[in-house]
């Protein structure tokens, strides 16, 4: 009896703990089912004051963007985010799409003078570089309506100030309209040198400056100036940071570049009548030299009583060297564009006298070239008197005229006194022969015969050793800036009558441009512009008899036609 009763109270103690737990796992369930509820709550809560945060944020930002955008487009309001593309264009002139123009011209943007806009480079949204990367902003006008929707064209100028090598293609572009103060003042720096030794180089950076309707500060321009290319980072401008260079005269300032080391050879180094300069040249390079000739030292080679040499010395024997000179504004002359050249093996010498067409006062640059292997050299110029010579030359004719009774010798075809012509040619025969090549008719002696050669090309006389130096200076094909082969001869006449990149003098701006190719036109062809002329002379400024405004190309027809002068 007492083990059934214990049994029961064991059995009954066991359910009501059994009971008791079930009921304690209930509770825990309960109160962890409020806690994640209350979690949630609070989560959902968090998110949206985050977000009423976010839109009054973006709302206060819209409003603060509006009111710059207000201020800075003098009431018209203009802003886009778009994609960039890069496009072959000169300049700062952007492509926009044709919304823009429509949005612009109902805002009157076109009626307050140039566009101008300002381009800020922005990440897109939710990207981790956003906030650890700086953008850089620079300024343009507007070259036409006609890009893609959704699409800003940039020209290489633009591309290049923003966005890095190593900028990421996913990048936006906040194209705003800005209104810009015309600027008075700009201080540029050259990274390269030699920019300096451009004649007129304030000419050519105004004639660059054409192509640009802003200027920003930090930017880089690019200057162009025949094959050559110079980079000038702008420091400061007034009156503001980013000016208008549309229609204004600015004061311009260019200091030399910060670093005293130079990576470019394209520069010109001093060269001093009577002081020789030491210098080494390796195979393919060049090292530059000018001088300047004045109106004294050219009236005395005018007048025949002095001649200019140019020597240069080989201190190299497994290396050879060429020399070439060119008068400015050819700067920097090379195998196919120069005025004078010596290819000859060993040491040259160039003298160059009063029947030089292209000789006169002036600055001159001259190039040593390194033809092959590292070469050192000593290079120097001076003024020779001929008048000494000239005396002895004469004091020689006069006595070779009292010679008259003379006979031509078979072999050499030299006229020998006839007393001595017997004697003459049984040693003319004997060591002396006569080049049978057509048109040579040189008379060499019997043991350089061997080394007399002609060229298969150009059937021009050289020493053997000669040969192979003047297959590769004269024959060789070179290319030419603007992409095209030929040999030398041909070269320099395409360089000085052809070529887009070679450098001529407009005769409506004045300034040294690039050619460029033939005039769009057919009446600018037919007058022989080039395209650099066809666009400036289509510029227009007040005839001096009627102040009618007439394109400076066709100013000279319209004094004919409207004013009969002549």
């Not at 010109?268 to 300069?277: A, H, S, T, Y």
């Amino acid at each position: 009896m007492d083990f059934e009763l214990r049994r029961a109270r064991e059995k009954l103690e066991k359910e009501q703990r059994e009971r008791k737990e079930r009921a304690r796992l209930k509770l825990e369930s309960s109160r962890k089912a409020k806690e994640e509820v209350r979690r949630q709550r609070e989560a959902l809560e968090a998110v949206q004051r985050q977000r009423r945060l976010d839109a009054a944020e973006a709302e206060a930002t819209a409003s603060q963007l509006a009111e710059e955008n207000a201020l800075a487009g003098r009431g018209v309001e203009f802003s886009r985010m778009l994609v960039p593309v890069s496009y072959q264009g000169i300049g700062d002139k952007i492509k926009l799409p044709p919304s823009c123009f429509t949005e612009l011209s109902e805002q009157g943007a076109f009626d307050k003078g140039p566009l101008h806009f300002s381009l800020t480079v922005e990440a897109p949204m939710g990207s981790e570089i956003a906030d650890t990367r700086t953008f850089r902003t620079t300024h343009a006008g507007v070259l036409e309506f006609t890009a893609e929707e959704g699409f800003v064209a940039l020209p290489q100028h633009c591309w290049s100030n923003l966005f890095p090598a190593d900028a990421p293609g996913s990048d936006m572009v906040r194209v705003r309209y800005v209104w810009l103060s015309k600027g008075t003042y700009a201080k540029l720096q050259t990274i390269e040198f030699g920019f300096s030794d451009i004649p007129n180089h304030k000419a050519v950076l105004e004639t660059s400056l054409r192509k640009h309707a802003t200027l920003s500060q930090d930017d880089t321009l690019t200057v162009n100036h025949g094959a050559l290319t110079y980079h000038l980072r702008v420091l400061e401008l007034k009156p503001s940071s980013s000016v208008s260079v549309l229609e204004t005269d600015i004061e311009v300032d260019i200091i030399g570049p910060e670093s005293t080391e130079n990576t470019n050879q394209h520069m010109l180094r001093p060269l001093i009548f009577g002081k020789p300069e030491n210098g080494e040249v390796d195979e393919g390079n060049y090292m530059y030299y000018k001088l300047t000739l004045d109106n004294d030292t050219w009236n005395r080679v005018s007048s025949k009583d002095a001649k200019i040499v140019v020597n240069l010395e080989s201190q190299t024997q497994d290396g050879d060297i060429d020399l070439y000179v060119s008068r400015h504004p050819l700067l920097f002359p090379n195998q196919h564009q120069h005025m004078w050249s010596s290819h000859d093996l060993g040491s040259k010498q160039l003298v160059l006298g009063a029947e030089d067409q292209n000789l006169g006062s002036g600055t001159y640059s001259v190039a040593v070239y390194g033809f092959k292997g590292t070469s050192k050299y000593k290079i120097s110029v001076f003024v020779q008197d001929v008048s000494t010579q000239r005396l002895g030359q004469h004091a020689a004719s006069s006595s070779s005229s009292a010679e008259v009774d003379t006979v031509e010798c078979r072999n050499c075809k030299r006229y020998i006194p006839s007393r001595t012509i017997g004697l003459h040619e049984a040693y003319c025969s004997r060591h002396n022969i006569v080049c049978q090549h057509a048109g040579c008719g040189v008379v060499l002696r019997v043991e350089e015969r061997e080394r007399h050669v002609h060229c298969e090309k150009c059937s021009k006389a050289f020493q053997r050793e000669e040969i192979e130096k003047h297959m590769k200076v004269f024959h060789e094909p070179l290319q030419c800036h603007c992409g095209i082969l030929l040999e030398k001869e041909k070269m320099v006449q395409h360089q000085s009558s052809d070529c887009p990149l070679r450098l001529i003098t407009c005769r409506f701006c004045g300034d040294m441009v690039q050619a460029g190719s033939c005039a769009t036109d057919a009446r600018d062809r037919f007058r022989g512009l080039s395209e650099h002329e066809s666009v400036c002379g289509s510029r227009t400024a007040p005839c001096d008899s009627c102040g009618r405004s007439v394109m400076l190309k066709d100013m000279d027809i319209h004094q004919v036609a409207v004013h009969q002068k002549n």
